[in-house]
C-alpha cells in the first residue's frame, strides 16, 4: 500500500533562513512524488514533481525538492524563506500513474520576520 | 478559462438532510476526484473518475455518492447528511498534475 509521511506538523523559519519541509514515502514500485501548497481559504496549488530523471526538482516561487531513493525522502527546501511562504505544505505519491494520489498529512510552514 | 469550479463556498445541513456539491472543469480533462479535507488528516479520497460514465471508489466514500454523465461535471451527493462529513471538500481534476477547485466548506449540525 502506498503511504506519505509528513513529521513535522509545524515548521518555523526566520525570514532569509533555507527551509526544509521533510516528507517520506512508502510505495510499490517507482515513485511519482509531488509537493502542493495551501493557502488560508484555497484550494491547493502544484509547486513540483518528481517523475524520473534529475533527483534535484525545482518548482514554483523558488522551490526545490531532492528525491532520495535510499531514504525513501522528497523534503521540500528553499534557500532563502520569505514570510509569504507562510502556508500549508502537502507531499503526495503515486505509484501508478499521476492520476491517484496519496496525500500527506500537511506541514504548517511559518515564517517570522 | 475558469479552472476547477465548486458550488456552493459554504453550506450549513441539518443531519439527514440531503445536498448535491458541484463541480465543473473546462479544462477537457478526463481525471477528475473528489477529497475532503479534516484537520491532521490531510486529503482523503472519496470518489473519482476516469472518464465520463465511469467512476470508482477512493479511500473515504461511504455516505457519498457520485455520477459522471459528462467530461465536464462531477457532482458529489450527500444522501443523508451526518455531523461526521463537516469538512472542506475539494474537487480537482488531473492531466499530469492535478488542479484543484477552491473548496467548499460543509458543516453538518
Known amino acids: 500500500a502506498q503511504s506519505v509521511a509528513q513529521p513535522e506538523d509545524q515548521v518555523n523559519v526566520a525570514e532569509g533562513n533555507p527551509l526544509t519541509v521533510k516528507c517520506t514515502y512508502s510505495?510499490?514500485?517507482?515513485?511519482?512524488l509531488f509537493w502542493y501548497v495551501q493557502y488560508p481559504n484555497r484550494g491547493l496549488q502544484f509547486l513540483l514533481k518528481?517523475?524520473?530523471?534529475?533527483?534535484l526538482v525545482k518548482g514554483s516561487y523558488g522551490f526545490e525538492a531532492e528525491f532520495n531513493k535510499s531514504q525513501t525522502s522528497f523534503h521540500l527546501k528553499k534557500p532563502s524563506a520569505l514570510v509569504s511562504d507562510s502556508a500549508l505544505y502537502f507531499c503526495?505519491?503515486?505509484?501508478?500513474?499521476?492520476?491517484?494520489?496519496?496525500f500527506g498529512t500537511g506541514t504548517r510552514l511559518q515564517v517570522f520576520p | 478559462n475558469a479552472g476547477v469550479t465548486q458550488t456552493p463556498k459554504f453550506q450549513v445541513l441539518k443531519t439527514g438532510q440531503s445536498m448535491t456539491l458541484q463541480c465543473a472543469q473546462d479544462m477537457n480533462h478526463e481525471y477528475m476526484s473528489w477529497y475532503r479535507q479534516d484537520p491532521g488528516m490531510g486529503l482523503r479520497l472519496i470518489h473519482y473518475?476516469?472518464?465520463?460514465?465511469?467512476?470508482d471508489q477512493g479511500e473515504v466514500p461511504n455516505g457519498y455518492n457520485v455520477s459522471r454523465s459528462t467530461t465536464e461535471d462531477f457532482p458529489l451527493r450527500l444522501l443523508s447528511a451526518a455531523p461526521s462529513q463537516t469538512s472542506v471538500y475539494f474537487c480537482a481534476t488531473t492531466q499530469g498534475e492535478q488542479y484543484f477547485g477552491p473548496g467548499t466548506r460543509l458543516t453538518v449540525t
Open positions: 473518475s476516469v472518464g465520463a460514465g465511469i467512476t
Open positions: 510505495v510499490s514500485g517507482n515513485p511519482y
Open positions: 518528481y517523475i524520473t530523471g534529475d533527483n
Open positions: 503526495a505519491v503515486s505509484s501508478y500513474n499521476t492520476d491517484k494520489l496519496i
